[in-house]
């Protein structure tokens, strides 16, 4: 009985120290702690609306121990490689990368150019991943907004008192739903948009979301074809179309002397001059003509054939007639540039390090475990047995 018991506290001797020795093995091995990395953009709430062709940073930030929120450098990086993962909005974003800037890390995002009439909305995320096995230790969601500002409901309250309504660059694009509203307040009449400068009345009924972004940017193609003449240059780079001809009135009491009075019309399209009939009217300075299609027209002091070719690259491309057709105005989700979209990008920083082998500690200590608890068993089995 003494040699049977003495047996069976060797047989759990020996499982104990088993299943001692097997933990002391797996805490050795397992030295790299896979704890989540604490990522932000700090105070950043991603609520800026982010216009097209453009280019935005986000510094990214790291959470220490003692809760202080430092920039992410480095030091924070060992076996730690960034990735950025553009998930949706692929059409406004062209570039959604992690980049180095003074030693410390930062999101860039390009926006693809265009003009589109609503918000698209982006979502994103970086990432930081273990090298040596592949696991996310760490991540930051972004949240984008990509577009143009819609005109604010209270200027289009002018047309009820038969005023013209006020286009702001900064705020061009003009909703579905607002048309529906300035079509009631203007009793199915046309309806004047203006930005002092230029002047635009047409019939919005059943009329759909445009973009009315304009500039006075000179076309280079066309000033330095002919440098001797004068050019004034009114340009909607997004050209809005509309169901119904309007009329587009020009104000030119600043070109008048240095264009004697002379004024000719010309809407460059495809790297072509293309000759619009307008209006002179001299008591009031302006120049006026009908259009249902807005885009870059061009006004100067001397004729140009109808048809000249400004820019030769276009002239292998099938002639568009501008006024034949009503272009479709672009959708928001095909809005597209060339340029490369980068849907995933990895940024390594830190030392490179080979995959922790698996050694099969945990499982060993499991299996320690088990075999303690069968040795025991057996043992008591024996010495009831006997």
């Keep these: 009985m003494k040699k049977t018991a003495a047996i069976f506290l060797a047989v759990c ?7 001692t ?8 091995v397992n030295v790299i702690s896979d704890e989540a990395m604490k990522l932000s953009f700090g105070e950043e709430k991603f609520e800026e609306l982010l216009l097209p062709g453009q280019t935005y940073t986000y510094p990214l930030y790291i959470e220490q121990e003692n809760g202080k929120t430092v920039p992410l450098t480095d030091e924070h990086l060992k076996d730690v490689k960034l990735r950025a993962e553009n998930k949706n909005g692929k059409s406004a974003i062209s570039s959604f990368e992690v980049e180095e800037e003074d030693n410390a890390y930062q999101l860039e ?4 150019a265009g003009w589109p009439t609503e918000e698209i909305r982006a979502e994103g995320m970086v990432k930081a991943i273990k090298r040596s096995n592949g696991q996310t230790v760490g991540s930051a969601e972004v949240e984008l907004k990509v577009g143009y500002p819609t005109i604010s409901d209270e200027a289009l309250e002018a047309v009820k008192a038969e005023e013209a309504v006020f286009v702001d660059a900064a705020a061009p694009v003009i909703s579905t739903e607002q048309f529906k509203k300035l079509d009631e307040y203007a009793d199915g009449k046309k309806v004047t948009f203006t930005n002092g400068m ?9 009329q759909e979301a445009v973009n009315l972004l304009y500039n006075e940017r000179a076309i280079k193609e066309v000033s330095s074809k002919f440098e001797e003449q004068n050019f004034k240059y009114v340009s909607f780079p997004g050209g809005p179309a509309f169901d119904f001809t309007g009329t587009m009135t020009v104000d030119v009491s600043d070109e008048m002397e240095d264009f004697d009075g002379k004024f000719y019309v010309y809407r460059y399209l495809k790297g072509a001059l293309h000759r619009i009939d307008a209006t002179v009217d001299l008591e009031n300075e302006t120049v006026s003509f009908e259009t249902k299609n807005l885009g870059r027209f061009v006004i100067t002091d001397r004729e140009i054939a109808d048809g000249t070719v400004v820019d030769e690259s276009f002239t292998a491309q099938p002639e568009q007639k501008p006024e034949t057709e009503k272009p479709a105005q672009p959708k928001p989700e095909q809005e ?8 995933t990008n990895d940024y390594q920083s830190g030392e490179s390090g080979k995959e922790n082998p698996n050694t099969g500690a945990q499982d060993a200590v499991a299996l320690a475990a088990a075999a303690a608890v ?8 024996f010495m009831k047995k006997r």
């Design 13 to 19: 001797a020996m499982s104990a120290m088993s299943v």
């Design 21 to 28: 020795a097997f933990a002391q093995q797996a805490q050795a």
């Design 109 to 112: 995002v390009k926006t693809k």
């Design 198 to 206: 230029w002047e635009y009345q047409v019939r919005v009924s059943g």
């Design 336 to 343: 597209s540039v060339s340029g490369s979209v980068s849907d």
């Design 374 to 381: 069968i040795s025991a068993a057996g043992a008591a089995a």
